[in-house]
Structures are given as C-alpha cells and as structure tokens.
C-alpha cells in the first residue's frame, strides 16, 4: 500500500494517485497567464500547449490574463479576446488595468459587456507601483460593481500597494464586487483568512500561498472551503502542483470539491447569467 493510500483518507487523492487523473470532476482554474514572459523560459506558454496540458489533467476551464497585457494593456487585452472567441468553453478572461496606460480604456469598457468571457479585471499593483485604493483606478471599481464582476488583484503581505488591509475597506465600499486575494498575501495569510471569513465578497486564491504545509488546511477551518479558489498561476506552475496540495492536504472530499469546481463554478456562472439577461 502507498504511502498515499494510508495516510490520506479521500477519495478523490485515491483515484488520482491510481489513475494519474482527476476524472470524476473537472478542475477550474481561476488564476492563469499565457505567451511568453520577459527574463524567463515558460515551455508551456503557448495557448496550444495550455490547451494540451488542460485536456490532459481534466482542467474544463481556466480565466486567464496574458503576459502580455501585464505590462502593454493595449495589445495584451486583444490577446485574450482573441483567445475567449476561439476557445470559449475553454477560456474566460480578465481585463487587465495597468493605471498607467489609458488610451483604450473608454472603448473597452464601451465595448465590455459585448465580449463573450469577461468575467472580471486584473489588477497588479505591486508590479505597476500603484496603489490599490488609489484614484485611477475608482472607475473600474465603479462599473464592476454595477455589474457584480470579479476582481483578482496580486495582494501580499506588508505591501504599501496592495496589502489586504487595502482590500477590507474596498470590499465594503463596493459590495457587488468579488474580491479574490490573488497569492492570499503572503506574509499576512492570517489577516486575509480573516477577511475571507468576516466579508461575504472577499475569498482566498491559492497560487502559490497554497502549497505551503497546512495552510489549505487552516483555510478552510476558519473560512470555511466555500471561500477558497484554486488558482495555480499556469504556466507558471503546472495544474497537477497545485491540484496535489489541494488533494493531500487532509481535507474532506466535499471541500476538495468546493475548492476545485464548485466555488469557481457558482461565482462564473451568476456573471455570465447576468450578462445573457441585459
């Protein structure tokens, strides 16, 4: 018997650790990339080999936000409407807001709620040098809480740009918004497990803070595991790391389920429910 089978008692970590796979229910993944990043080899990067890996490990689908729209929102946003318009079962997307770039945003937005697969904006405010809660960005909280959108912003711990400290008094103010701590800041997990806990519209990503021992685990003690998403930064990371934190982590099965599919799948579908109602 392995070691797997005796000292974890789901199901679910049983058949992937028989089988290679998750097949008894897809995996969706709210935290990706695509293309090519600066300074780094990504052999995965292409979106044809992204699609490869997701058929091969049962990822249904995944929001993503290029490289490329990181740091040049102008041609990055492009990327990934051309990405959602050929693959849309496959690929939802972030807008990414860069404060420092305006050019396009009035069309965009102008032009959002005519894009099959946006479900949200991305923010990066350590890498932009840009606070969270700053003025340029007041407009985009303002037309995602009209439309009860997501917003995943980069959050670390004992950042001035985007502390969850930030994240509290935004999540009141615009109450139509869902908040996903994207990395669940680093440093000050605690005080993000708290929020994700105390704020409805507040929930915890696991790319990267997820692999570290037993903090799934405290998650979803004290937030409960309705209020964690799985997120793996792909393709930066392959699905399977994260995937096996998550399985080994001595969690129930039915919280496995909720952090894999199920949240992800509730909180798309109500967005795209109301898109196809206006």
């Known amino acids: 018997m392995s070691l797997a089978r005796m000292t974890n008692h789901s199901l ?3 058949e992937f650790v ?4 998750l097949s008894s229910i897809s995996i969706l993944d709210m935290h990706t990339h695509m293309g090519p990043f600066y300074g780094t080899y990504l052999p995965e990067a292409s979106l044809e080999s992204m699609l490869q890996t997701m058929d091969r490990e049962n990822v249904e689908w995944i929001i993503s936000a290029p490289h490329s729209a990181l740091f040049d929102p102008l041609g990055g946003n492009m990327e990934i409407r051309e990405a959602m318009k050929r693959y849309p079962d496959k690929i ?6 860069n404060p420092h ?9 102008a032009e959002f709620d005519t894009v099959n697969g946006y479900v949200g904006f991305k923010f990066l405010p350590d890498y932009h040098k840009y606070p969270l809660n700053g003025e340029k960005y007041k407009r985009i909280y303002e037309f995602a809480n009209e439309r009860g959108l997501l917003l995943l912003s980069h959050t670390w711990g004992y950042s001035c740009y985007n502390p969850p400290q930030m994240i509290e008094k935004l999540s009141e103010q615009y109450e139509n918004i869902t908040f996903l701590l ?3 800041a680093p440093g000050e997990t605690e005080y993000a497990i708290e929020l994700a806990k105390k704020l409805p519209n507040v929930y915890l990503e696991l790319c990267d803070t997820g692999r570290l021992n037993g903090m799934i685990g405290k998650m979803v003690r004290e937030a409960s595991s309705e ?11 392959d699905p399977n790391y ?4 998550v399985l080994f982590s001595g969690i129930g099965d039915d919280d ?4 894999i599919h199920h949240n992800a799948a509730r909180l798309v579908k109500a967005i795209t429910k109301k898109q196809q109602q206006s």
């Open 182 to 184: 994207g990395h669940s």
């Open 242 to 245: 994260m995937l096996g934190s």
């Open 12 to 14: 679910l970590a049983k």
């Open 92 to 97: 939802y997307g972030y807008y990414v807001v």
């Open 18 to 21: 028989d089988t290679g796979r």
């Open 256 to 259: 496995i389920r909720n952090i």
């Open 101 to 109: 770039y305006n050019h396009q945003l009035d069309r965009d937005l």
């Open 227 to 237: 209020k964690v998403l799985y997120g793996t930064d792909f393709p930066w990371y």
